[in-house]
């Protein structure tokens, strides 16, 4: 009798212990679908309070360049989308309206399923059955907390895309240091544009991403790429060892890379960038030990591309903007030499790849035929501190030795650059003009600015 009844006592265990794994499961299958219904209220309502509209930082594919699309969405499932670029929109400005929908499967998905050219162009398979295999469906990942920026992963290739408010009243400048407001769409395309283009001149040389021992050349920024060479690389292997990130460089200055570089040996991980608090270089900010550096003053005097322009600007008062006083006379002797073969000038520094050799030159232009160039040869170096002697070889070019005869003070204002300097990036992050001070007179200094003549 007591082992019938202690059969029937664990039987009855089971079952109520069955019952209470049933109940738990089904509560919990209902706070689960609870909390997804929730945030899926939470994110429409998030996405639709933007009255004008999100940037979505979208990338294709890891290894092509990133493509700032706008979304404007409506909570009555109406999405419109702008884009400027060479692969949805033919290189033009354009807007197209479609459908959008927050979805629950598993997770939460937002996609876009009516066809927009727009965004869906980057999914088509083209011509080769692969095409740019972007994604047009996203899974939600993360919102911050001021509701400012939501995350989303790409649900067939997982590249993070980032949706930011739309920057409505942003200010940036553009490579001529003009600064501008963003108060369209469309003026926000061309905003990214100038800024990327005046951040990464495509005349500098290659930027360095250091991270502990490990060193990478980094290029192709202004063309919306990261490419990364280790330092280490040769001719042999350098092809098997380089590496691609598709980037987009926002108003800020930020980068945003479309996926993490963690270099050869996974010992660092590096997906955004943003400019130092002191302007000396891009702090990666997923690994405050990593450092992208600008170009030293040693590898910016020794392009072979481009050159470095003194341009004799004045100010209003009659001074000259980017010439000390110690040269002031002799730039206006230059100047007035120059008018009289009906000429302006300029001077600067640069490579002479005829000859194989780097020179101050004199620079004539008429009118606005293409400039002449006569070079004055000469021995610079540079010590790390940014201590410079800039010395003649007494060698000159054809045209050099021509204009010094037949304009006057074509060649005394050259001559006086020579001496000792101190050679500083006024703003080391984008390193496009340098200047020069004397170490012997304060007011014998010249500012050059890179220029492609």
């Known amino acids: 009798m007591k082992k019938t009844f202690a059969y029937i006592l664990c039987a009855s265990f089971l079952f109520s212990l069955n019952s209470c794994f049933k109940e738990d499961d089904e509560i919990f299958s209902e706070s689960a679908a609870q909390r997804l219904n929730a945030l899926s209220e939470n994110v429409s309502k998030v996405l639709c309070s933007s009255e004008d509209g999100w940037v979505m930082q979208y990338f294709a594919s890891e290894?092509?360049?990133?493509?700032p699309l706008i979304a404007q969405f409506e909570s009555n499932g109406a999405v419109t989308l702008a884009g400027?670029?060479?692969?949805?929109?033919?290189?033009?400005?354009?807007?197209?309206?479609?459908?959008?929908?927050?979805?629950?499967?598993?997770?939460?998905?937002?996609?876009?399923?009516?066809?927009?050219?727009?965004?869906?162009?980057?999914?088509?398979?083209?011509?080769?059955g692969m095409?740019?295999?972007g994604d047009y469906e996203f899974q939600y990942m993360r919102m911050s907390e001021n509701q400012d920026t939501i995350i989303f992963s790409g649900k067939k290739y997982g590249l993070s895309i980032r949706f930011v408010r739309f920057p409505?009243?942003?200010?940036?400048?553009?490579?001529?240091?003009?600064?501008?407001?963003?108060?369209?769409?469309?003026?926000?395309?061309?905003?990214?544009?100038?800024?990327?283009?005046?951040?990464f001149n495509s005349l500098l040389p290659d930027y360095h991403l250091v991270a502990g021992s490990e060193e990478y050349s980094v290029s192709e920024m202004g063309n919306g790429l990261m490419v990364f060479v280790p330092a280490d690389a040769t001719e042999a292997d350098i092809d098997s060892r380089t590496y691609y990130r598709g980037i987009i460089v926002n108003l800020d200055g930020s980068i945003a890379l479309s996926s993490a570089f963690t270099g050869?040996?996974?010992?660092?991980?590096?997906?955004?960038?943003?400019?130092?608090?002191?302007?000396?270089?891009?702090?990666?900010?997923?690994?405050?030990?990593?450092?992208?550096?600008?170009?030293?003053?040693?590898?910016?005097?020794?392009?072979?591309?481009?050159?470095?322009?003194?341009?004799?600007?004045?100010?209003?008062?009659?001074?000259?903007?980017?010439?000390?006083?110690?040269?002031?006379?002799?730039?206006?002797?230059?100047?007035?030499?120059?008018?009289?073969?009906?000429?302006?000038?300029?001077y600067g520094y640069a490579y002479d790849s005829k000859n194989k050799k780097y020179g101050v030159i004199?620079?004539?232009?008429?009118?606005?035929?293409?400039?002449?160039?006569?070079?004055?040869?000469?021995?610079?170096?540079?010590?790390?501190?940014?201590?410079?002697?800039?010395?003649?070889?007494?060698?000159?070019?054809?045209?050099?030795?021509?204009?010094?005869?037949?304009?006057?003070?074509?060649?005394?204002?050259?001559?006086?650059?020579?001496g000792d300097y101190t050679v500083t990036i006024p703003n080391p992050v984008v390193p496009t003009s340098v200047k020069f001070v004397s170490k012997n007179d304060p007011q014998k200094w010249f500012l050059m600015t890179l220029s492609s003549l």
């Not at 290894?63 to 493509?67: C, R």
């Not at 900010?285 to 003053?297: M, Q, R």
């Open 264 to 346: 050869e040996n996974d010992t660092f991980s590096v997906k955004n960038f943003a400019i130092a608090d002191d302007n000396s270089c891009f702090q990666c900010l997923d690994d405050a030990n990593v450092k992208l550096l600008p170009p030293s003053v040693n590898e910016l005097l020794n392009m072979q591309s481009g050159a470095w322009v003194i341009n004799p600007e004045k100010s209003d008062d009659g001074s000259f903007v980017n010439i000390g006083s110690s040269l002031s006379a002799l730039m206006n002797a230059a100047i007035d030499g120059a008018a009289t073969v009906s000429r302006t000038i300029s």
């Open 168 to 199: 409505k009243g942003a200010t940036y400048k553009d490579d001529a240091d003009v600064e501008h407001t963003v108060d369209t769409w469309e003026s926000y395309f061309d905003a990214i544009a100038a800024n990327t283009k005046r951040l």
């Open 84 to 128: 400027k670029n060479s692969v949805s929109t033919g290189g033009k400005y354009k807007e197209e309206s479609s459908v959008y929908e927050l979805i629950q499967d598993q997770s939460l998905v937002l996609t876009f399923d009516t066809y927009n050219s727009i965004l869906h162009t980057f999914s088509d398979p083209g011509s080769d």
């Open 362 to 418: 004199g620079i004539l232009k008429k009118g606005s035929n293409k400039p002449t160039k006569g070079y004055f040869y000469t021995d610079l170096t540079i010590a790390a501190s940014g201590d410079a002697s800039l010395k003649y070889t007494g060698e000159t070019d054809k045209n050099a030795t021509s204009y010094t005869k037949s304009v006057p003070g074509f060649k005394e204002f050259a001559d006086a650059l020579e």
């Open 131 to 133: 095409g740019h295999e």
């Open 63 to 67: 290894v092509e360049q990133g493509y």
